[in-house]
Nanobody, 116 residues
Framework: VQLQASGGGLVQPGGSLRLSCVTSGFNFDYYAIGWFRQAPGKEREGVACISSSADDNTYYTESVKGRFTISRDKAKSTVYLQMNSLKPEDTAVYYC?????????WGQGTQVTVSS
């Protein structure tokens, strides 16, 4: 099983990034997939989640509602996180995993830095 996050970078406040989570080795349509982030000195937190391909319901932590959008591409077994109106407090390493989390499925993550 692999979940590889990419697309991070350095962006100014108010800017946008799109993260990608390319998956393999499991039934992509069956699992809910979430984006998580960990800022320096803080615990990892859930950011957004999309349910299985059966209904594609989405859920967001309060701090990103209206700014972030999670989506999935079944043909590419990929989940995206479109991040708009980025704030310095969004700075973190972003990871993807199943939801509920499967501890052995963590990948390396991708760094997002929001700074002027």
């Amino acid at each position: 099983v692999q979940l590889q996050a990419s697309g991070g970078g350095l962006v100014q406040p108010g800017g946008s990034l799109r993260l990608s989570c390319v998956t393999s080795g499991f039934n992509f349509d069956y699992y809910a997939i979430g984006w998580f982030r960990q800022a320096p000195g803080k615990e990892r937190e859930g950011v957004a989640c999309i349910s299985s391909s059966a209904d594609d319901n989405t859920y967001y932590t309060e701090s990103v509602k209206g700014r972030f959008t999670i989506s999935r591409d079944k043909a590419k077994s990929t989940v995206y996180l479109q991040m708009n109106s980025l704030k310095p407090e969004d700075t973190a390493v972003y990871y993807c995993n199943a939801a509920p989390i499967k501890p052995l499925w963590w990948g390396q993550g991708t760094q997002v830095t929001v700074s002027s």
